[in-house]
């Protein structure tokens, strides 16, 4: 089994619905972040947690939520989905010196 | 703020002509520069990590190093499943991860 699980692997759908983007992890790190992939801008943050009552913004939050379940889970809500939301979704979580990723989501809003 | 370049942005090299990629970074208070994997569809498979100028670390074909203000990751002789996208990052003390936008590799056979 996977280190980190991402559901939905992918994902179409219209403007204006709200989606969930679930992770679930198995290394027992309390850190887990959300990112987002474009071609040719990298990853970038989108909210991360330092641990389940921890949650902060990264540098592209608007537009998105998320909540931490608990210490394995934290999921990822677009209320209102627009079409520049549309990239790959990364969730991630870390030790104090390696971070391991999941699959990814591909999400495409249309 | 915290900063980081690859170069180039895409590489073509014959199966067995090694070469380097680089990683030029600014960040305040370096705790560690960090190599990744990514195939494509798939998410970053974390290669090395580096905290001090002048370490170094090999894997198989291959071989990080670290200065002051850039990383180069050295490949000898790739094999085509060496293709991929390479991520280099860093993180200050108390702050996250800052990906640079990776450099495609790509080894003909």
């Known amino acids: 089994d996977a280190d980190v699980t991402q559901t939905p692997r992918n994902r179409i759908t219209k403007t204006g619905k709200r989606i969930m983007l679930e992770c679930s992890q198995t290394?027992?790190?309390?850190?887990m972040y959300w990112y987002r992939q474009d071609p040719g801008l990298g990853l970038r943050l989108i909210y991360y947690s330092f641990d389940v009552k921890d949650i902060n913004k990264g540098e592209i939050s608007d537009g998105y939520s998320v909540s931490r379940q608990a210490q394995a889970k934290f999921s990822l809500s677009l209320e209102s989905a627009i079409p520049n939301q549309t990239a790959l979704y990364f969730c991630?979580?870390?030790?104090?010196?390696?971070?391991?990723f999941g699959q990814g989501t591909r999400l495409t809003v249309v | 703020e915290d900063q980081v370049t690859q170069s180039p942005e895409a590489l073509r090299l014959q199966e067995g002509e090694s070469s380097s990629l680089n990683c030029s970074y600014t960040?305040?208070?370096?705790?560690?520069l960090f190599w990744y994997r990514q195939d494509p569809g798939k998410g970053p498979e974390f290669l090395f990590t580096?905290?001090?100028a002048g370490e170094e670390k090999e894997k198989e074909r291959l071989k990080a190093t670290l200065t002051k203000k850039e990383s180069f990751l050295h490949i000898t002789a790739p094999k085509p499943e060496d293709s991929a996208t390479y991520l280099c990052a860093v993180q200050a003390y108390g702050q996250n991860f800052v990906f640079g936008p990776g450099t495609r590799l790509s080894v003909l056979p």
């Open positions: 991630a979580t870390s030790s104090a010196t390696e971070a391991f």
């Open positions: 290394k027992g790190h309390d850190r």
């Open positions: 960040v305040s208070g370096l705790r560690g």
């Open positions: 580096l905290y001090s």
